[in-house]
């Protein structure tokens, strides 16, 4: 049976299968970021592993990961007094460019990871894993992997990391190598690497058809695809789905705070001018007063409306562009920080979608662009290339195949 046809099939759970409980049955823990977009891939990965007859387990910020995973899921809390996340978070958001990312390594990822070495230590030697799985954001995972001799992956939810060189810029690359080096000299490890790509085994949750050519990448790289989304339990008025016309999402995700307000204004001229309907997703008061073929929402089931909708507006996120192009749906991004501006350029070169400023942006530059991508087929074609791509890979199931081969 071919993965793609495998990742298609209902799982065993849905099937009322109770799982194979393998007598060589190994221990995974993942080590996490505060962050959705890298906790949410793990998740339908933990949860292939387990039909599989597997121990999984988490390492993270539990006021963040524990609503995210599964209920019952096992979940070691790695918080700690020397970093506040949320005054972390404050910062960066009001951050742009190279200050950004200057301030995401010094500010963040490295404060972060240093503490949350004695915490993932500890869930070491109460979970005794067998692999672990280190999120590219969070270095202790791989500094306690190496320091134990412990088989480890990275868990890469970005593929922005896979341009050469992975920041896009050589100085700045030069400079997050030392950063991460470091790091791992502060921890007693006196032969550093790039904690970003394990020597074990990457996972890639992407394809070449969104990042370009993979084969110059080692073997130990899997380009496994996105991993499905866990469906949000939220209300919504599908009546509102109803009407003749293209739907349209907006969202510029679940970081960006109030700099999204001049965008969703532009997006609501727009949208006005236009015979769609569009679902913004926003804080009330931050488009404006919308127009009356605009529905604001401040949360939204995602993964249950893509269906239904004919293009998607956004600001970039991994997780949003690559379940946006899993259901084969043309994108217009406009990036905002960090990995946006790669990923935005990576959906323009794959000819999915139409890259837009975002603090810039005029009515007609983004009335142009979205009507593009509503009329042009072309969009939509490239899209479905990248969703076949998506399918063909294996998603969780490969991933787990990758894990279980590393253990």
Not at 72 to 98: H, I, N, S, V, Y
Not at 267 to 276: F, G, P, Q, S
Not at 298 to 322: F, I, K, R, W, Y
């Amino acid at each position: 049976m071919s993965r793609a046809r495998r990742a298609a099939m209902p799982s065993l759970a849905e099937m009322g299968v109770t799982p194979f409980q393998d007598t060589h049955a190994r221990r995974f823990l993942f080590v996490v970021p505060p962050l959705n977009g890298h906790v949410n891939p793990t998740v339908a990965l933990g949860a292939e592993l387990t039909l599989r007859g597997h121990q999984v387990a988490w390492a993270g910020h539990p006021g963040t990961v524990a609503p995210l995973l599964e209920p019952g899921a096992r979940l070691f809390p790695t918080e700690d007094e020397g970093f506040t996340l949320d005054q972390a978070r404050e910062a960066w958001l009001k951050l742009r460019g190279l200050t950004a990312l200057r301030f995401m390594w010094e500010d963040f990822i490295v404060p972060l990871g240093h503490s949350m070495v004695p915490a993932v230590e500890a869930a070491v030697e109460e979970f005794r894993p067998d692999v672990i799985v280190s999120d590219q954001q969070t270095p202790a995972g791989a500094v306690v992997a190496r320091r134990r001799g412990l088989p480890w992956a990275t868990s890469a939810t970005t593929s922005a990391e896979f341009v050469q060189p992975p920041s896009g810029l050589p100085k700045v690359d030069e400079w997050v190598t030392s950063q991460l080096a470091e790091f791992q000299r502060a921890h007693g490890l006196t032969d550093p690497m790039d904690l970003r790509f394990s020597d074990h085994l990457v996972l890639a949750f992407s394809t070449a058809a969104l990042i370009g050519d993979t084969e110059r990448f080692p073997d130990h790289f899997a380009f496994v695809g996105p991993m499905p989304s866990r469906r949000a339990v939220t209300d919504f008025p599908w009546e509102w789905l109803e009407a003749p016309v293209p739907h349209v999402l907006v969202s510029l995700g679940t970081v960006s705070g109030p700099v999204g307000e001049r965008f969703f204004r532009i997006a609501a001229e727009v949208v006005r001018e236009l015979d769609v309907r569009a679902v913004f997703v926003s804080p009330p008061g931050g488009s404006g007063a919308p127009p009356p073929n605009v529905l604001v929402r401040d949360h939204v089931p995602q993964s249950a409306l893509l269906p239904h909708l004919a293009a998607v507006v956004t600001h970039g996120g991994h997780n949003t562009v690559c379940e946006t192009l899993a259901h084969g749906l043309p994108l217009v991004v406009a990036p905002i920080r960090d990995d946006q501006p790669v990923i935005a350029r990576q959906v323009a070169a794959a000819g999915a979608g139409i890259t837009v400023r975002f603090s810039r942006v005029r009515v007609d530059e983004l009335r142009e662009a979205l009507t593009a991508v509503l009329s042009d087929e072309a969009y939509r074609s490239a899209a479905r290339r990248v969703q076949s791509s998506f399918a063909a890979a294996g998603g969780a199931v490969e991933a787990a195949d990758r894990l279980e081969k590393l253990s």
